[in-house]
């Protein structure tokens, strides 16, 4: 998620620059550890708030066979992870009670690591160990286990693991570029100056601009969202209440102690991560025209209306139709995460094919469209009540554990299944998004991930995919998307000013 973060005037150094943006994430971990945060719900109920959880001190672990996801409740660490120029720090920023201290205290904080960092001559820094995190994970959890045996190097870890989040102090700016800033924040320059396996890192560029790259495996989307719409629209960057004043202990320099092999291994993870980030295509989209509010007064679902302008577009460009994977919350149960809603349906397959047809009335593409936006709502309704189908094939399908088992389940042998889930089209809705874009990658070598939010007046959205498939562009098809909307806004005008 990207976040636009204006500055004051007062904001002229660069340490300041990086300081106000995430002042209130430390503030919000303890709410958040206290259970002060309002609960949600909707208009059926309340939502599971267990996911909050795992959001401060959180981490995923790389380990065989399988990573391992630690977290801890209520979060007691006192520090966070910042990185300056590939290199790593322990900062202290609550007091040892675990209060909330000045504003200029963790700026000062800062400024002691920026100096500490800027004095030391290049060849003595230590070496890029973050860039390790983009690996495979299987690759960085061997790397992981072999420099863990070193007490220099666990240390360093650990002081990682268990800390509240990680902050990203990049010594670059992407002036108004807004498209830069987004791909910056989803992979970096070099993925050098990150660590992907904690919960939550807060990136922040030197003029200001900052985002979050999330790890998914502890939370969904939404609540990261929701902890930053909150920062945003309640914190102001000023001292909070009840900030006392504290001597902290001084940022920590994270040493490591790598033999040669080690030193090949970061070689190796770079290049690998330069050739990742050449090989994503992503982009975003301002939509101004119009937002939720318009949708709602010509009376059509905002999502489902979102979910068939994708269809529609994907139709126009390919002259086909394709498997749609959406995310539904099943928070209204106990540690609910997600069920799949599939978008394309036999209704948003004739919907698309009937609006494409240059001989069909205008009476009978309203008619299908209709029809579409209403299959798709009775699908969402249904998957975010536990009626779903995906889910529960996964579950099926992890219980087979022989491969006589495996080779009984017809179903899962039967290619059309599969098929079924080649998710051209992966889509994400994290409205409102009134201060956020969000974004993921693609999750097919052909396909595109799109994350969308749906504000009053506004539709925020990023396009991914890969250069390598020669079929997929992601600008081309956001020009598309953009068509689209145009369109169906327009025809939609006319047809409600008509009843």
Known sequence: MIYSIPLTSCECMAVSHHMFPFITLVSFSSPSSSELIAPESTRAGPLCMHQYKNQFGAVRIADEPRDRVITTWPATAKHITVLFRDQLFSVQVLSEKGERVPIKTIEGQLRMLVDQVNAVPQLQLQPPVGVLTSEHRDTWARIRAAISQNPTNAASLNAIDSSLFVVCLDDYASADDIDVSHRNIFHGRSARNRWFDKSMQFIVESNGRAG???????ADAVIPGRIFDEILTSEPAQDPAGATSASLAAPKHLLWDVDATTVE????AEENARKAIDNTDSVLLHYGDYGSDFLKKVKVSPDSFMQMVYQLSYYRTYGRSTPTYESASVRAFKHGRTETVRSCSVESVKFTETWEDKHAELARKLESFDKAVASHGEY???AS??????????????????DAERAQANIYNDPSYWSSQHWRLSSSNTSPGDNHWGGFGAVYPDGYGINYAIGKQRVRMSISSFKAEKETDSTAFRKTIKGVMDELAGVLTDANARK
């Not at 291994?265 to 190796?268: D, K, N």
């Not at 009540?385 to 554990?401: A, I, M, N, P, S």
């Open 212 to 218: 979050i790259n999330g790890e998914h495996s502890p």
């Open 265 to 268: 291994a970061i070689r190796v």
């Open 380 to 382: 969402m309704k249904a």
């Open 385 to 402: 009540t536990g009626k779903g189908v995906d889910r529960h094939l996964l579950g099926l399908r992890f219980q087979l554990q022989t």
